[in-house]
């Protein structure tokens, strides 16, 4: 079952958003047993095309759109087959961060007076064979064109490795790590 959330942080509440480079995206996997915890974190810009409020039904619809699809990812992040993996769970949020208050009435600000907007998704899978698991192939590139890499982190019981994934060569090897 998949959990949507938006949230706006308000300004006396605020946290700061990690600092994000558009067209990357974060992921990090950790496998322990058959359990496998994703985390993602990806611009705004690359996920909508957009990190300011969303203004038209257009936009608001873009929004759901990707929410439904970041709700799903193993058709993002495909694992093989043998692997047997399924979703348990999966929560969306949109993180955002204005450098202004926005009043009712008032002129929207100008485009670089947004703040940045960041989509978060958190992942719990099982997998019946995670042995099996001996590579992922990101589909999300196809899914997002204005995604260009993913910094991946992967911690399992036989150590950590981080790496990048780009969209010309969307398929990576996790072998060693496994």
Partial sequence: MATFCATTVAAEERRQLGPHEHGRSVLDIAVEGTRVAMELRAPGMDIVGFEHPAETDEQRAALERAKAAL???????????????RLGQATVEL??????????????????????????????????????????TFAFFGRFPGARAVGVTLVTGHGQTAFEVEREAPRARLGAVM
């Fill in 71 to 85: 709700a799903d990812p193993l058709a993002l992040f495909v694992p093989p087959p043998a692997a047997g993996c």
């Fill in 95 to 136: 993180e955002t961060e204005d450098h202004g208050e926005e009043h009712a009435g008032a002129a929207p600000p100008a485009e670089d007076e947004h703040g940045h907007a960041e989509f978060r998704a958190e992942y719990a899978l099982e997998c019946a064979d995670p042995g099996a698991l001996d590579s992922i």
